[in-house]
């Protein structure tokens, strides 16, 4: 698909917003805008099988996630999204890089609850913060199965209020492995399927 080979060629090299200019920003736009014209998918919740499962950010426009990038010796790795359709959860997890043995995680844990065709109510309700070393982190899907089982970690490991702590989300191009969101704060989201 044309449109979906320009976004990512537009996006190529811009390490998930961090170095996008604004001329790249009006570009990528203009490009997502294009692609989720033509969403294969118009019904993204009812697509379980395409939407479920492990994506890596490939950009973003938020700020929240590019400002971890800010902190002082360390530096943004990958960023990753888990969904888990059947039981309406969602994992964000930031790897996060800088001196070395002392790589770190941040990760949030959410419900979600269907608003229409193409939009989830997000509800934060975990938050771990802490060294992958510690928590004996060596992937996404590990890390997932780990918390999904319950294990405190030696981290940061705390309860969010949901109330206070939510957002929505909706999917605005779904196929097999690309998705686009924009969420409650004007952030736009583009993800690749693992």
Known sequence: MLGKAELLGIIAGKNRGLLATPTDKTAILSAVAKLEDRNPTPRPL???????GDWRLLYTTSRGLL???????????????????????VYNIAEVYGVPFLEGIISVVAGFEQVNDRRVQVKFNRSIVGL???????SPSNYIAEIEENKKFVALDFKLEPREQQGWLDITYLDADLRIGRGNEGSVFVLTKV
């Open 132 to 138: 992958q070393r510690l928590i004996g982190y060596q």
């Open 46 to 52: 009812e697509a379980a099988d395409l939407l479920n």
């Open 67 to 89: 400002g971890i990038d800010q902190f002082p010796v360390f530096k943004l790795g990958q960023i990753y999204q888990s969904i888990r359709v059947n039981e309406s959860k």
